[in-house]
């Protein structure tokens, strides 16, 4: 069983701090990963992606990702009350469509 | 770009009678779309992956003869729940693959209320 794990949380940082969201994952062999965020009553909408290890940057968006760790997080700068919101850690599958996603970790931004 | 539609984007219907949903990708062809569905406070539950012009691929413990899933075009795909009770009213999602970059792209789901 293919699986992505999260810290559900919540996490709570204030207002301005860097926001520090973390995930592992089972299939060594996945070549691609995704970063969503979703609202609550929304959707998921996507945040980034990544596909080799390193960093990716994207605003205040930092994708990091360690495959020999099996290790993905994302980091938020100058994190705002409307960064709040359930951060989804999602892996494609090896050989197949499917992505799997993570239970995702709650975030809350204090203003 | 990659955007996704749903319709209609809330149901409420009662019990036994059958809700169709609609997902569209509106400016990318989808050959893969997925169903998902998520109960309050819960995870995503992938239902089924749906592909253009083959049938679709049901996960483990969803009834696929309950949740009828049609991949008719490139752009649309339906998911028809039949005979809905309410313990079918749940939020649904799909999604569409954009190729280009293997990214999943959500639609902005339905709400199902069966009474």
């Known amino acids: 069983q293919k699986e992505v794990e999260q810290n559900s949380g919540p996490l709570s940082v204030p207002e301005g701090a860097i926001a520090s969201l973390n995930c592992t994952y089972s299939?060594?062999?996945?070549?691609?990963f995704f970063w969503y965020r979703q609202y609550s009553g929304k959707s998921p909408e996507l945040i980034m992606f990544?596909?080799?290890?390193g960093d990716k940057e994207d605003g205040r968006f930092t994708a990091q990702l360690n495959k020999a760790s099996q290790y993905v997080s994302l980091l938020i700068r100058d994190s705002q009350p409307s960064d709040s919101a359930t951060y989804l850690c999602?892996?494609?599958?090896?050989?197949?469509?499917?992505?799997?996603f993570g239970a995702g970790t709650r975030l809350f931004v204090k203003a | 770009g990659a955007v996704v539609s749903q319709h209609p984007s809330w149901v409420i219907c009662k019990s036994g009678t059958s809700v169709k949903i609609e997902c569209r990708s509106l400016?990318?062809?989808?050959?893969?779309m997925f169903w998902y569905r998520q109960f309050p406070k819960q995870s995503l539950m992938l239902m089924a992956t749906?592909?253009?012009?083959?049938?679709?691929?049901?996960e483990q413990g969803v009834e696929k003869d309950k949740f009828l899933i049609n991949h008719a075009s490139l752009t649309l795909s339906t998911l028809t729940v039949t005979s809905a009770h309410p313990e079918d009213s749940s939020f649904y999602i799909c999604?569409?693959?954009?190729?280009?970059?293997?990214?999943?792209?959500f639609g902005p789901g339905t709400r199902l209320t069966v009474l």
């Open positions: 999604s569409a693959r954009y190729v280009d970059t293997d990214t999943q792209y």
């Open positions: 299939d060594r062999g996945s070549q691609s």
């Open positions: 990544i596909y080799s290890n």
């Open positions: 999602a892996v494609k599958e090896t050989g197949g469509f499917k992505t799997i």
């Open positions: 400016d990318f062809q989808a050959t893969t």
């Open positions: 749906s592909n253009e012009g083959s049938k679709a691929t049901y």
